[in-house]
């Protein structure tokens, strides 16, 4: 399963391990720290918890956009 880091667009690429999943996952790529939920494999949500820099306007609305159905 792959989830895309909405701070630096870099796309994880999961295991199985994350299909019943809820928590925090941390981008290797930026040190951003996501808070990602998964249910049978598809992603539910995803936001961010923690940005290693200072977070745009641009970034905040892509978040609210983010939620996945
Ligand atoms: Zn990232």
Known sequence: MKINC????????????????????KCWVCGGVLDIKVQVGKLKSLKYV????????ETRTAQEQTEIV
């Not at 923690?50 to 306007?57: D, G, R």
């Open 50 to 57: 923690k940005t290693p820099y200072p977070v745009s306007e």
């Open 6 to 25: 909405i701070l630096c667009g870099h796309n994880f690429d999961l295991n199985d391990t994350y299909d019943d999943y809820e928590g925090e996952v």
